[in-house]
Every structure is written in structure tokens, then in C-alpha cells.
């Protein structure tokens, strides 16, 4: 017995134990399915029958309905304490065992009308729990053999114990006829309950080589996020600045990124920007936006000139991809106060001046990095900047959160923030900042990457030198 068991089992190796442990759990759901279909069905042919012929119903067809309801309520109860497998299918043996009690009772109380019903009655049986309890082929075998035997004991008791006209009516031939009908639907089941637990092995291999990819897919992503982390600035508080860096990827990586660099005690150059998409492919570009920056950082290059070499190197490495980047990048000089700065397709950034207390926007002043287009004119401007002055750099991921009726926080809305709050320090800024931007998409998790870094600028030591 048991080798097609035995075969799921060495197919299965290592994931047998977890497989069992599934099959165990869809069998007592099968179970208890098992007996409200049992129940739904004789009901449901009981209503059937007294609709065709209200006087055909019998005292008898009521005490089978309330011995069928009281088995099946009792099956429900046994098979939800039960833990294995085996004590499951050994439960469900018992009331199929009592669902054929039942049925020959029910056929012993009309067997004068209709001796050759049984085999059709059988048959409806077999198939209603050899196909709804997932059983392994070799156990179809054991609810063929129940299901022939009581056919033989229906066949013996109609010969020799109801005799005369009924029993000629169900002759020898009558029986083999019907013994083959069970037969056939006995195969049927057995070819089908292989097929089926072939497939529920194979789907579950499957299921378990998925789980085990996305596992190794997951690891490679979390490591992915901690190579993804060691790009992101950390926050900087000197004698020049006080620079808060706030970051939130929608998944494990993304495409915002930023990047800031004191190039002497009076520069800071500095880079915010956001490629088309996100996951990995957009993380990929990131990584070599940063050490194209770098490089073109350490070289000296102004905003504009760094803008249109990055817009070169998207163009040739990254042709035919669809992927672009927007961004804005600044060059702040603290001994002149003046910044330059260059936006290419990035939302309008903005700066807050103390003296005057207002918002000034940096809107673009061209199209996005890696576009198919032929510009080679250099985009910078520049502006005039004091201490306690503010930037506030950000991705799209900030003025594009949406509230769940779908309006947009919006720039209007950020500028209105930033005005209210600029008196705060950088890092408690950004922290308010999250804060509202939850409480106005009411939720926690938003559906782009968001990327912050607010610069505040300090009274620079050589203009008080100048001043003496």
C-alpha cells in the first residue's frame, strides 16, 4: 500500500514534513465541507421529491434527516480536535461509513419502488467524498472497497430477505451491471485523485522554489538597501550650515537621491534629484549618477556645467532604457553669500529669506537629464542669500502625497508650511514636515519616494571679519 505515497514523499525530500502539515489543514477544511454537502444534498433531494410528489415522503426520510444532521454536527466537533493527518482521514472513513449506514437504510424503505437505484445513489456517494477530501490514490481504494461492499450486502439483503417480485427485478445480471458502473466511477476517481495529488505536490515544489527565490530576492534587496543607505548623506551641523537629511523609499531602494559636499570652508556644492520609476532599475542609475557626481564634484564644476555633463552621460549610457532624471543642483558660496544653481526638470525648490520673510521658488529652467534632445546651452543662475536664510531641496514624493479624496499637497501648501516653520532646526523641520504630509494622505506609507534635505544657512566667520 502506499507507493504512490511513497513517491510524493522522495519527491517532496525535505519539504515532505511541511507538505503534510498543509494537507492536513485542507482536509479538515475538506472534512467539515464534506459534511455540509452531505447534508445540503439529502435535504435539497428530499425538497426535490416532495415538490414532484408531496405523497411520496415517508416518516422514515425525516429520522434519516435528523440522523444525517446529528453525524455530520458530531464529524464537525471529533474532526476539530484532531491534529494528523492520519486521525483526519481515519474520522472521515467513520462517516463515510455512516453515510453508507444511512443510505441503505434509506434504500432498505424503498426498495419495493425502485430496487436498481442503489448503484446511482452509490455512485453520487463515492464521487461526493472521493473528490471532495483530497485523499492520496491508494486511499481512493479503501472508499471503493466500502462502497462495493455495501452494494454486494444491498444485493444479498434484496435477494433473501425481500425476495418475490422485487427481488426478480434485481437480478444477478441487474447487479454486475451496476457492479461495472461502480467500477468504472471507482476508476475514475482514483485517476483523478492522482492527477490531482501529482499536481498538489508539483504546486507546492513550486510554491516552495518561489518562496525560497523571493526569500534569496528579499536578502539580496536588503543588502541592496544597506549599499542603497551608504549614498545617502547624513545630516551636518558646522560653523556654515546646519543641513538635516531626511529619506523615505517606497520599497527596499529607489530613485531619489541627494548628495552634498563642502569643498572648502566657504563651498558647499550640493545635488537633489529623482530618476523615472522605481526598484532596482532606478536604484542602478542612482548609484552611477552618484559616482558621476563625485567625480565631476571633486573636479570643480559649476551647477550648469555639471547639469549638462550628467545629461551626456544619461544620454549615451542610458539610451533606449526610458529612464530619466530630474534634478536640481546648487553651489552655495558663504563668504560672497551667493548661490548658483541649476534645475533640470526638478519641482520648484525652495528658499526662504529671513529678511523679507517670504518664499522664493528655484522653478526649472529646462527639460529632464537624458531626454533625446539636442541642447547644449548651459543652465545656471544665481541668487543672493543671508544668514538664517533656508533651502528647502525635495522630490516630488512631498508636493505630489495625496489625501484619499485625491487632492495633492501641492507646492502652494509646502511653501505655506515652510513659511510657518522655518524657524525650526533643520532635523525637527523635516520630522514636522513627515508628520503633516501623514496626517494629510492618512497613511503612513506613502506612494512615492520622499526626499528631503533642508539647509539652514549661518552668519559666515569672514563677514564679521569684514565688518571689524
Not at 507538505?19 to 439529502?42: D, H, M, N, P, W
Not at 520599497?251 to 522605481?278: E, M, P, R
Request: glycine fraction near 8%.
Amino acid at each position: 500500500m502506499f507507493r504512490f505515497f511513497g513517491g510524493v514523499k522522495r519527491m517532496l525530500g525535505s519539504h515532505f514534513d511541511e507538505f503534510i502539515s498543509r494537507q492536513t489543514e485542507l482536509t479538515r477544511a475538506r472534512v467539515k465541507l464534506l459534511c455540509v454537502l452531505s447534508v445540503g444534498a439529502y435535504f435539497f433531494a428530499s425538497l426535490a421529491t416532495y415538490l414532484i410528489e408531496p405523497g411520496s415522503m415517508m416518516p422514515e426520510d425525516v429520522l434519516i434527516g435528523i440522523l444525517l444532521v446529528s453525524g455530520a454536527l458530531i464529524l464537525f466537533r471529533i474532526n476539530s480536535s484532531l491534529r494528523s493527518l492520519r486521525s483526519i482521514k481515519i474520522n472521515a472513513y467513520v462517516f463515510t461509513v455512516f453515510l453508507l449506514a444511512l443510505l441503505f437504510k434509506l434504500a432498505a424503505f424503498y426498495v419495493v419502488e425502485q430496487p436498481n437505484a442503489m448503484d446511482s445513489a452509490l455512485v453520487f456517494l463515492l464521487f461526493l467524498i472521493a473528490m471532495t477530501i483530497p485523499w492520496f490514490p491508494e486511499e481512493v481504494f479503501v472508499i471503493g472497497a466500502m462502497v462495493g461492499a455495501a452494494y454486494t450486502v444491498f444485493y444479498l439483503y434484496v435477494r433473501f430477505s425481500i425476495g418475490g417480485e422485487t427481488a426478480a427485478a434485481f437480478s444477478l445480471r441487474e447487479f454486475l451491471d451496476g457492479l461495472m458502473f461502480l467500477l468504472l466511477s471507482f476508476i475514475l476517481c482514483v485517476v483523478v485523485r492522482r492527477n490531482e495529488s501529482e499536481g498538489d505536490a508539483r504546486d507546492f515544489i513550486l510554491m516552495k522554489k518561489v518562496e525560497e527565490n523571493n526569500e534569496k530576492m528579499k536578502r539580496e534587496l536588503e543588502l541592496a538597501m544597506r549599499i542603497h543607505k551608504t549614498l545617502i548623506p547624513a545630516s551636518v551641523n558646522n560653523d556654515n550650515a546646519d543641513i538635516a537629511v531626511s529619506y523615505l523609499p517606497v520599497s527596499y531602494v529607489g530613485g531619489d537621491y541627494a548628495k552634498f559636499h563642502f569643498l572648502d570652508n566657504d563651498k558647499l556644492i550640493f545635488i537633489i534629484s529623482d530618476v523615472t520609476g522605481h526598484g532596482v532599475p532606478a536604484a542602478l542609475l542612482v548609484n552611477r549618477i552618484h559616482a558621476e557626481f563625485e567625480r565631476l564634484a571633486k573636479e570643480g564644476k559649476g551647477p550648469g556645467e555639471l547639469m549638462e555633463e550628467l545629461n551626456t552621460f544619461i544620454k549615451q549610457d542610458f539610451e533606449g532604457t526610458d529612464m530619466y532624471l530630474s534634478a536640481f543642483c546648487g553651489l552655495m558660496d558663504f563668504r560672497k553669500m551667493m548661490m548658483k544653481y541649476s534645475n533640470h526638470g526638478h519641482p520648484p525648490q525652495c528658499v526662504y529669506h529671513l529678511s523679507g520673510s517670504f518664499v522664493q521658488e528655484l522653478p526649472a529652467q529646462t527639460a529632464m537629464l537624458g531626454l533625446p534632445m539636442e541642447d547644449a546651452e548651459v543652465y545656471q543662475d544665481e541668487i543672493k542669500l543671508g544668514a538664517g536664510d533656508r533651502i528647502l531641496l525635495f522630490t516630488d514624493g512631498v508636493t505630489e502625497a495625496a489625501s484619499k479624496s485625491g487632492e495633492m499637497y501641492g507646492e502652494s501648501r509646502l511653501e505655506g508650511f515652510f513659511r510657518d516653520n522655518h524657524a525650526l532646526i533643520p532635523e525637527d523641520f523635516n520630522q514636522r514636515l513627515l508628520m503633516d504630509l501623514e496626517a494629510f494622505s492618512g497613511a503612513e506609507n506613502f506612494k512615492d519616494d520622499i526626499f528631503i534635505l533642508n539647509i539652514a544657512l549661518k552668519a559666515h566667520h569672514g563677514l564679521f571679519h569684514l565688518g571689524r
